[in-house]
């Protein structure tokens, strides 16, 4: 599977970083994503990629986002 590029695994790296006590991935991920000015696409492209990790793995999708970033 091919990583996130760079702007997005930073997106990514601070919404796991600032994640609130009762955050969804997807609020947290979306939050951070309009922060950095980036496009609603973006934002999708972030989280289908953490989905497919988390389907992939069975794992929940805090997890699968942190695998994500620890892809090369």
Known sequence: ????????QKVLATALDKRRR???L??????ETRRAGLTYQDYM???????EC??????EA???AKNVLDEK
Do not use: Q
């Open 1 to 8: 599977m091919a990583g996130l590029r760079e702007d997005l």
């Open 22 to 24: 009762d955050d969804s």
């Open 26 to 31: 997807e609020m947290a991920v979306g939050r």
């Open 45 to 51: 492209e972030i989280v289908e990629r953490v989905r």
């Open 54 to 59: 988390a389907r992939k793995e069975k794992t």
């Open 62 to 64: 805090w997890v699968a």
